[in-house]
């Protein structure tokens, strides 16, 4: 038997503009994770068990783009294992699904990383988040990968997309995530985020299809705010590294502005983060895609009770309180 895990995650400054490669920060958050375990079998073929979405069923019977036939497909396509193994698959997560905390990119990486330490040999994290990559691609339009990224490494992760570089050659010719900058950071001292959960499915490609669309319909105004997002985030990695948490909250509400400006926030996701503010939060902002999904806030420890409540009482579904290290 084999098993594999991976943590949920949250994007703490610069969704949206990082598909259009300024730099993004991303945490991940190890109170929730998904988790596989692979095992032997004597019946033939391959069975997935996912009590958690009521799956249990044979590969074949599934369509191929489900998701997570289709991690199993491309695992075996691309490690050319033949005949096809019989196996029994268990999948478990308690990442709530489209919530904007990775759920997703986590079956993925623990279920790929499974697989090839039972099958073959354990992947390195660069073939895993490669692996994961092109499976967000499938579902996902044009991520920036910065999810499978922090999933994968397990670490705070300071992100940019290789845009540019990608311009000049079609996506065949580039090696998935090659010449993406990924540089992991480390706090100068612990700090304390409430992650707050409307409680809203939120699915990701739709908030990034709808940003696309205002970028092509006015590229210069676009670009300029998506500049602003970037600064912010670099600025944000320098405060997180120095501990200047005052001035790291600002910079949440500003970046809460810009994501309002994209049209990409929602009543409840700013009743939430009006309501931490209130209850003494550093600073406050949607995490991910929004719409729905969750926000995050910057908090002094002490404070973890007090905001988490408040949370609650304007509407949170959950809260998880996760401490940054
Ligand atoms: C989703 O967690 C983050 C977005 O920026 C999309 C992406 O980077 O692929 C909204």
Redesign the pocket.
């Known amino acids: 038997m084999t098993t594999a895990s991976a943590p949920g ?1 949250i ?1 703490l400054f ?6 259009y490669g300024r730099p ?1 920060l ?1 945490l991940p958050v190890t109170q929730v994770h998904a988790e596989a375990e692979i095992l032997a079998s004597n019946s033939t073929g391959i069975w997935i068990h996912a009590p958690g979405i009521h799956l249990h069923a044979d590969l074949n019977s599934l369509p191929s783009d489900h998701p997570i036939a289709a991690v199993i497909h491309n695992f075996l396509f691309i490690s050319r294992v033949s005949p096809f193994p019989n196996l029994e698959i268990k999948i478990t997560s308690s990442i709530p699904v489209a919530s ?1 905390l ?1 759920s997703g990119a986590a079956v993925t990486v623990a279920l790929v990383r499974a697989l090839s330490s039972f099958l073959v040999h354990p992947m390195t994290d660069e073939e895993v988040n490669a692996f994961a990559y092109d499976i ?1 691609k499938l579902h ?1 339009g ?6 499978n990224t922090v999933v994968t490494y397990a670490k705070p992760v300071y992100f940019v ?1 290789a845009t540019s570089f990608r311009a000049e050659r079609s996506d065949s010719e580039v090696e998935a995530g090659e010449g993406n900058i990924i540089e992991t950071f480390k706090p100068a001292a612990p700090f304390t985020i409430v992650i707050g959960d409307t409680g809203i499915p939120a699915p ?1 490609k739709e ?2 299809a709808d940003v696309r669309r205002l970028w092509e319909a006015d590229k210069a105004r676009w670009e300029g705010v998506f500049d602003q997002v970037g600064e912010i985030a670099k600025e944000a990695r320098t405060r997180i590294e120095i501990g200047d948490w005052r001035l790291l909250g600002d910079l949440m509400n500003q970046n809460h502005a810009l994501l309002q400006e994209m049209t ?1 926030s929602s009543p409840e996701l700013d009743r939430l983060v009006d309501a931490a503010r209130k209850a003494g939060a550093v600073g406050a902002k949607l ?4 719409r729905g999904g969750n926000m995050i806030a910057l908090i002094q420890p002490e404070n973890a009770d007090e905001v988490s409540s408040a949370l609650k009482s304007a509407g949170a579904k959950g809260t998880i309180v996760t401490q940054v290290i």
Request: proline share 3%.
């Open positions: 995650k994007i610069g969704e949206h503009a990082v598909v993004a991303a904007g990775g967000e996902h044009t991520p920036s990968g910065i999810d997309k990701t908030s990034v990409v995490s991910g895609g929004g």
